[in-house]
């Protein structure tokens, strides 16, 4: 009986001991974050591995149902499959679940790249289209790169160096994100036109 008292007091505090020691995350859970997929997703997209970031624009999606970034990416990759409807139905839909300024400013973004890649197979009025979501993004986030960067894209391809150059110029002074990209931009556009 004694021995059966002292199993049961064992098993007491082994229980005890073992409930008070922290769950051990694997390494794997902490990298499984939307956000993780996401960003893994946009490095995939630059170096064109378009299936790729498919499927970490999907995890991220798997892992948060509501992840806005998610869908524009997805929206991203039909946009350069050419599936240009359903591009912008993916950017709608991140449209919903913005969380913040950061958010918003990457949907009206997405949808200018999507509206220059597909231009006139989207809209005749494209670049009507891309002045309008640079518009809204810069009410949302003034201090933000990327549109200045993408409209001054819009404006090369749409052979307004002058407007292309004061884009990018825009983007060096601001000195952050796609300063490198905008300075480079310059150099090709300078011999289209001239810097005011």
């Known amino acids: 009986m004694i021995k059966s008292i002292r199993f049961f007091?064992?098993?007491v505090?082994?229980?005890?001991?073992?409930s008070c020691i922290p769950e051990i995350i694997p390494q794997e859970a902490l990298l499984d974050t939307p956000l993780r997929h996401y960003e893994n997703g946009m490095k995939f997209l630059q170096a064109g591995k378009v299936d790729a970031s498919y499927t970490e624009f999907s995890r991220a999606l798997d892992l948060d149902r509501e992840y806005a970034p998610g869908y524009v990416g997805l929206g991203l990759v039909a946009g350069l499959k050419g599936n240009f409807t359903g591009a912008m139905e993916k950017i709608a839909v991140?449209?919903?679940?913005?969380?913040?300024?950061?958010e918003t400013v990457m949907v009206h973004v997405a949808f200018m790249r999507v509206y220059i890649m597909g231009r006139e197979k989207i809209s005749q009025n494209w670049l009507e289209q891309v002045e309008e979501r640079y518009e809204r993004s810069i009410l949302s986030a003034p201090d933000f790169p990327e549109p200045y960067f993408v409209m001054g894209l819009a404006y090369k391809i749409s052979l307004m160096p002058d407007r292309a150059l004061e884009q990018f110029l825009k983007v060096v002074v601001m000195d952050k994100e796609f300063a490198q990209e905008a300075s480079e931009q310059i150099l090709e556009i300078q011999p289209m036109g001239s810097i005011h």
């Open 94 to 102: 991140a449209n919903l679940y913005t969380r913040n300024r950061k």
């Open 13 to 18: 505090i082994l229980f005890f001991l073992f």
């Open 9 to 11: 007091y064992c098993i």
